[in-house]
């Protein structure tokens, strides 16, 4: 089978590795398509605290069990432990055995990968592949929004008009919030001008007025969680969705704000599998707007000229689609190594 190994800092290797079997409580998936998300990216550039290399990267998966290919499926990327106080608190994305595929196993950059068969979720008939990638982003956004509380009666600002800030945001719309978003690069934002349209969001280049019952950051700049804080009305609530790329400037003024207006700073991590089964509802009630998120569809041996546009964070997603292909010869590194940890 053809993969894209991560062999090291900017380095991938497309090469030929031996399949092995399924362990046990493990299917075989054949890949149909799996998005490049900008922590893959980030992985390639600059490594990642669970990434051991070589590894495969891809979480975003969407494929089919090779005895019945006319069924899709996504998958829970995280292999929890089961047992400990979050796992039985339905918290399994903070279980402090996780195990995640693309960063502590090998993942969705290849044409098959074994996976726990507790972790598949069936696609809704008839949503392509390429889309069906989505639903781990959206169980994320979805996390969030249940992590802020976000109900039909609040106001919702989403600093970041990538993927994960639109996913935020049809989240939020679908529980009857209101939504602005906010994104200095105008050219993302028109990207989702008709999706905005349809569902009343709002949209500026910069907030400079307003306040907000709830805001997420689905961006990086540090500078969000000061500019969101002093947006919040009083008792709002912060969701940092996304790590700062940075420090905050003077911190003291944020924690005298959630002092004297009883404001909440919320983290979010993840998903989890309920997330991932209610994602599945939303992209299923919504497939006929979010097609703009699959910005393009490629093949596995041009993810390595296209990884550092994606790095810098203006795409919406890659997806890589798998196609029957003439098999490439493995580099001598790599040809011995297995496709499972």
């Known amino acids: 089978m053809r ?8 380095q991938f290797d497309l090469v030929d590795l031996q399949h092995t079997s399924p362990a046990e409580n493990e299917v075989a998936l054949r890949v149909a398509a799996t998005a490049i998300c900008r922590t893959d990216a980030k992985m390639w550039k600059s490594g990642h605290r669970d990434l051991v290399l070589p590894r495969i ?14 069924k899709l499926y996504t998958i829970w990327p995280g292999s929890a432990c089961g047992s400990c106080s979050a796992c039985r608190n339905g918290r399994e994305n903070l279980c402090p055995e996780m195990q995640i595929i693309g960063f502590h196993r090998d993942g969705g950059f290849a044409e098959i990968l074994n996976v726990p068969e507790s972790s598949l979720l069936k696609v809704p008939k008839g949503l392509k592949p390429s889309v069906a990638t989505l639903a781990e982003p959206l169980a994320c956004a979805i996390h969030g929004i ?5 109900t039909g009666n609040d106001r919702v600002l989403v600093y970041g008009a990538g993927t994960l800030g639109i996913l935020i945001s049809l989240a939020a719309i679908d529980r009857g ?6 994104d200095p690069n105008t050219a993302k934002l028109a990207q989702s001008a008709v999706f905005r349209a349809r569902y009343g969001i709002k949209a500026e280049a910069r907030i400079t007025s307003g306040s907000f019952d709830v805001v997420f950051n689905a961006a990086s700049p540090a500078d969000t969680l000061a500019c969101g804080i002093h947006r919040l009305a009083p008792g709002g609530r912060f969701c940092l969705f996304s790590g700062l790329g940075g420090t905050t400037e003077h911190p003291e003024l944020i924690f005298h704000e959630l002092h004297y207006r ?3 700073l919320i983290g979010s991590y993840g998903c989890t599998m309920q997330d991932m089964r209610d994602a599945l ?3 299923n009630r919504y497939r006929n707007d979010i097609g703009f998120l699959v910005e393009r569809e490629l093949q596995i041996e041009e993810v390595p000229t296209m990884i550092g546009s994606i790095l810098e964070g203006k795409r919406f997603r890659h997806v890589i ?10 580099s001598p590194f790599q040809r011995t190594r297995t496709q499972q940890k």
Do not use: W
Request: hydrophobic share 35%; aromatic share 2%; proline share 4%.
């Open 57 to 70: 990267p891809g979480h975003e998966i969407c494929g089919y069990i090779e005895e019945d290919p006319e």
């Open 281 to 283: 509802v939303l992209l």
């Open 321 to 330: 689609v798998m196609h029957d292909s003439k098999t490439l010869t493995s």
């Open 3 to 10: 993969a894209l190994v991560l062999a090291g800092k900017e």
């Open 262 to 264: 009883e404001l909440e």
């Open 146 to 150: 249940k992590q802020s509380r976000t």
């Open 177 to 182: 919030a209101s939504v602005s978003l906010t």
